[in-house]
């Protein structure tokens, strides 16, 4: 089924005065990726936090994995999964605690967690590291694994919060096609980015400036509206009017 | 859902064992501290050097000097003239002076005989500690009355602390301060390094509730502590000689409920605040102080200036200090502090209830 798994309407956050999220509205299919662009300041992370039920709107409404994100977080909460700009993993327990321990916090039982684990670790290779402490592998490897722990629960929906800061190009493009990876099986992935490159891959592009979404379609829709050639052109000609500085 | 809860408890002891460093220092400080505050700090007056002028060494005096050089508290310096009693004193050779007049023997004969007399016998000490100066001539004066007559008026007897060991003063007050420092400090650093790194902002995306979270922070921490406890207690019993009268059972009740206080102060700190070090600044600061002021550690409350000793009472160190001083020295039973245990309690409950609403799952 063509489902949407991810419905917002008017969705809008004010801090006092300032309004960082102003009435946004757009839908997400069941296995798309979903890239939402913007500059730092427009109002990304705060609308992706709104939907992982990490801050309450202001107004408007929504809907993630068939539930809404007034009222029942909790349930959201145990669809999704989450990875921050930030790290999100221990840098002080291995690869095998750190797998436990998420496999642990969704629920998983015993024996899932030995199977996904085994499963996890072959797929990245990292079945000699797994008593390694997170903290001494590389970045990119660091990447990979927070990725897999974050959907280590299968979730409906991914929730990546710029994955791939700081790491080099070839890693961002294997990150990429775990990414692909995962959509093939049905997992929603919804992505904020700003390598505009990154935003080629995705399904489907948002971009937000000054707090709205200015622009929604296919990167190759976008391009050919804003007669660009890249969508680095699309973003320039779009953040060209944003108010709003670093 | 115990499953995750349990991951979680692993996952904290994982994190405090693989951190070696904050592990010995939480077990070595209580030792150093215990060891320092039962040895070498101490408000025991102990070997006072002192010097005797006596123009007439008679066998009065001589029994009298005899007693004082064998008194545990002196020393006995020798004999010395009368012009030399300013520089030995200046020169900080002795801290006393004990002057007999030439006619002692006569004098005392007539002031136990009820006659009137001028004094026998001149002390001058060294008052430039006053601590030392007062105990030096307590000490002397009960020792020099001693050779003049068995007679006294006063029967005097130190009850729970015969020998006057400020060990038995230091432990209740050390235990109220380490506590204080190994619980509320682990526990709010802990909580809040993990807002720094943003660990926290992923466990709040999950299904795990906050509660959980925090109970599951609190039980390794919990469990340290208890250790912590144990070394404390040997350590005041089997080398600081102090009495667990009251029964080991109080002591531990009562030194559970501070521990848990202890953690919520802990969790209550890293509510108020965002980064690692101001948590250890408000431990360091804003716990420390009012202990070492306020609760009785250094100073009897009963000295403290009227405004302090009300704010006495919000510190909680004060009534575990208290009540602990109660169980270990004069031996009461548990029943007989019940006022601290309920006032514990309550801070306890009081603090859990402001920083559970506190700590939400929301972000903003």
């Known amino acids: 089924m063509s489902d949407i798994v991810i419905s917002v309407h008017n969705l809008t956050k004010r801090f006092g005065n300032f309004t960082a999220v102003d009435h946004i509205t757009f839908d997400v299919q069941r296995g798309e990726i979903f890239g939402f662009l913007g500059a730092n300041g427009a109002g990304k992370t705060t609308a992706m936090r709104m939907l992982c039920g990490l801050s309450y709107p202001t107004s408007g409404s929504g809907n993630v994995a068939g539930f809404d994100i007034m009222h029942e977080g909790e349930q959201i909460k145990r669809h999704i999964g989450y990875m921050s700009q930030r790290f999100s993993l221990y840098n002080e327990l291995t690869v095998s605690e750190n797998i436990n321990l998420f496999a642990g916090i969704y629920g998983l039982s015993k024996k899932e967690t030995t199977k996904r684990a085994t499963q996890l670790l072959e797929r990245l290779n990292l079945h000699s590291e797994r008593n390694t402490l997170v903290k001494s592998l590389p970045l990119g490897w660091k990447q990979k694994l927070s990725f897999s722990i974050a959907t280590i629960h299968n979730p409906e929906v991914v929730f990546l919060d710029e994955p791939t800061g700081g790491v080099d190009p070839v890693t961002r493009r294997q990150f990429w096609e775990m990414i692909y990876e995962t959509a093939n099986n049905g997992t929603t992935i919804f992505v904020t980015t700003h390598y505009m490159d990154e935003a080629e891959y995705c399904s489907r592009v948002s971009i937000m400036v000054d707090g709205e979404i200015r622009a929604l379609d296919t990167p190759t829709n976008l391009k050919q509206k804003f007669n660009a050639m890249t969508m680095d052109d699309v973003f320039r000609t779009l953040a060209r009017g944003a108010k709003r500085g670093e | ?364």
């Open chain 2, 1 to 364: 859902m115990k499953r995750n809860f349990l991951s979680f408890v692993k996952k904290e002891s994982l994190h405090i064992l693989r951190d070696k460093r904050t592990m010995l220092v939480v077990m070595f400080i209580p030792i150093v501290l215990m060891i320092l505050f039962g040895f070498a700090i101490s408000t025991e007056v102990n070997n006072i050097n002192i010097a005797v002028v006596a123009p007439n060494r008679t066998d009065g005096v001589t029994d009298a000097v005899n007693r004082l050089a064998a008194n545990e508290y002196f020393t006995f310096k020798g004999y010395i003239n009368q012009d030399e009693i300013d520089i030995q004193l200046r020169s900080g050779k002795v801290g006393a002076v004990v002057i007999f007049t030439p006619d002692y023997d006569k004098r005392v004969a007539q002031i136990f005989g009820g006659l009137p007399s001028t004094p026998a016998i001149q002390l001058i000490v060294d008052a430039s500690n006053v601590n030392i100066a007062g105990a030096a001539t307590a000490y002397l004066q009960s020792v020099l009355l001693g050779t003049a007559s068995q007679q006294s008026m006063f029967e005097t007897r130190m009850l729970f602390n015969p020998q006057m060991k400020s060990a038995y003063n230091f432990v209740p007050g050390l235990m109220g301060l380490i506590f204080i420092l190994v619980c509320a400090m682990m526990t709010s650093v802990s909580i809040v390094r993990e807002k720094e790194v943003g660990t926290m902002e992923v466990l709040l995306v999950s299904p795990v509730r906050p509660v959980k979270i925090i109970f599951a922070k609190m039980i390794p921490y919990f469990v340290i502590s208890c250790i912590v406890l144990t070394i404390i207690l040997l350590l005041a019993h089997f080398l600081l000689d102090v009495p667990m009268s009251g029964g080991i059972g109080g002591i531990v009740t009562i030194s559970l409920i501070y521990l848990a206080l202890s953690l919520s102060l802990g969790l209550f700190i890293s509510t108020i605040t965002s980064t690692q070090v101001a948590a250890l600044l408000i431990s360091a600061v804003v716990l420390m102080m009012p202990i070492l002021m306020f609760s009785g550690l250094l100073f009897p409350i009963e000295n403290l200036p009227k405004f302090f000793q009300v704010v006495s009472n919000i510190v909680p160190a004060r009534w575990y200090i208290d009540a602990t001083r109660k169980l270990m020295i004069q031996g009461v039973s548990i029943l007989a502090v019940w006022k601290e245990c309920i006032i514990l309690i309550g801070m306890t409950i009081m603090l859990l209830v402001v920083s559970l609403k506190k700590f939400n799952d929301k972000l903003e």
